[in-house]
Each structure stands twice: as C-alpha cells, then as structure tokens.
Nanobody, 119 residues
Framework: QVQVVESGGGLVQPGGSLRLSCAAS????????MGWYRQAPGKQRELVAR???????NYAGSVKGRFTISRDNARNTTFLQMNSLKPEDTAVYYC?????????????WGQGTQVTVSS
C-alpha cells in the first residue's frame, strides 16, 4: 500500500511564502515523476509544477519565477517553495506521485493541503 502525504499549507499574507512537502511511503516502488496540482473553488484541478526523476522541473506560467519544485530522492519527498504569493494562489494543493510498483506505472494522490493567501 502506497501513501502520499502532503504538509505545509496554511494562511499567509499576500507577498508571503510557504513551503509544501510531500512524502511517498509504503510498498516497494521507484519514483518516476512527482508533481503539485491545485484546485480552487469552482475551478478544475490544474498542474502547478512537476519534477522528473532526473530533477528537471516544469511550471505553470502563472507560477513561473515564484514557485520552485525540488525533490529528495533518498526520502521519496518533493517540496514546493512558494514565494511572492498572491490571493489567486489560494487553493487546495495536491501532490501526485507517479510510481513504478511491481513494474507498472501508477499514479497516487495525496489528500490535499489548503493554502490561503489573504490579508
């Protein structure tokens, strides 16, 4: 059984920073890609940032230059450093881990963590 758990959300003022963490654990697996998605009320879930096993990251245009994704392969963990936060960044942030489990590539989602940007 694979578990994906996010942490680090909260309330922050515009212009502030937050760091999200996501850890995958459980059954034997190898990590392919890990990514962060977000869903604001009334909107579809969208990709925020994604990082490959080799460390290459790509970002949504709305967060490029403000957010940085990184990973610690030894701890099966990915991080999202969010700077210069804006009210429009308010959403539930979800981590998705694409893992090779018993030779098959599968996607696992975390439960989500709320990020609220407000004065």
């Amino acid at each position: 059984q694979v578990q994906v758990v996010e942490s680090g959300g909260g309330l922050v003022q515009p212009g502030g920073s937050l760091r999200l963490s996501c850890a995958a654990s459980g059954s034997t697996f190898s990590i392919n890609t890990m990514g962060w998605y977000r869903q604001a009320p009334g909107k579809q879930r969208e990709l925020v940032a994604r990082i490959t096993s080799g460390g290459s990251g790509n970002y949504a245009g709305s967060v490029k230059g403000r957010f940085t994704i990184s990973r610690d392969n030894a701890r099966n963990t990915t991080f999202l450093q969010m700077n210069s936060l804006k009210p429009e960044d308010t959403a539930v942030y979800y981590c998705r881990a694409d893992l090779f489990v018993l030779g098959a590539l599968r996607s696992y989602w975390g439960q989500g963590t709320q990020v609220t940007v407000s004065s």
